[in-house]
């Protein structure tokens, strides 16, 4: 079945640091790739998508792109900030066999001053 | 525009209870979606809907849970005899018939406490 595999948290940064969280997924054929955002005391918010293989989807400074070599979707930004701190969901959405999200256990992302 | 509404926000019951979870989705989706967020499970599928009717209910974790869709807008999850293995953060999606389903716009959720 599909699955989706991402980099266990916290993750803990300073302000301006680079950011890289690990996502891979196993899927047949060629599924949508999203990373989602969670803020705190906030609900699940679609931060960029990807919908086939070289595909880069970009958002609010973070960017990810659809590795079908590798199967990955790392997502990154060059320059964090403290506004930043969230849950971050990397997911997979697959027709052929499921007209659902598919989600990572997600990784908490601590920006610091 | 309006964006996926939930309630209630928050919602305490005694176990053995009956809750009632509603969705209103974005207006003109087709699609929706209940997912349950708990801490030892991450995000999970409950139900998907077409219009009226789910053509996926394989997320349900059994069958004191149940969800329908009328009038291809508001949905109602019923979680009967309540557990407390049942407290999770319950939410609701829906997409548009143009974007295939993939992309889910999601509602702040209903956090159900059961003591």
């Known amino acids: 079945g599909n699955s989706v595999t991402q980099m266990e948290g916290p993750v803990t940064l300073s302000e301006e640091a680079f950011l890289t969280i690990n996502c891979t997924y196993t899927?047949?054929?060629?599924?949508?790739l999203f990373w989602y955002v969670q803020y705190p005391g906030e609900g699940l918010q679609l931060l960029l998508k990807?919908?086939?293989?070289?595909d880069k989807g970009s958002n609010k400074g973070f960017e990810a792109t659809y590795r079908k070599e590798t199967t990955s979707f790392h997502l990154e930004k060059g320059s964090v900030q403290v506004s930043d701190s969230a849950v971050y969901f990397c997911?997979?959405?697959?027709?052929?066999?499921?007209?659902?999200?598919?989600f990572g256990t997600g990784t908490r992302l601590q920006v610091t001053l | 525009g309006a964006g996926v509404s939930q309630s209630p926000s928050n919602k305490v019951t005694e176990k053995g209870k009956d809750v009632e979870l509603r969705c209103d989705p974005i207006?003109?989706?087709?699609?929706l979606y209940w997912y349950r967020q708990s801490l030892g499970q991450g995000l999970e599928f409950l139900i998907y809907?077409?219009?009226?009717?789910?053509?996926?209910k394989s997320g349900l974790p059994s069958d004191r849970f149940s969800a329908e869709r009328t009038g291809g807008s508001v949905s109602t999850l019923t979680i009967q005899r309540t557990q407390q293995e049942d407290s999770a953060v319950y939410l609701c999606?829906?997409?548009?018939?143009?974007?295939?389903?993939?992309?889910?716009?999601f509602g702040p959720g209903t956090r159900l406490t059961v003591t």
């Open positions: 999606a829906s997409s548009s018939t143009l974007s295939g389903g993939r992309e889910q716009y």
């Open positions: 899927a047949t054929g060629y599924p949508s």
């Open positions: 990807a919908t086939k293989a070289d």
């Open positions: 997911a997979l959405f697959h027709t052929g066999t499921a007209s659902k999200l598919t």
């Open positions: 207006s003109g989706h087709t699609a």
């Open positions: 809907f077409q219009g009226n009717s789910a053509p996926d």
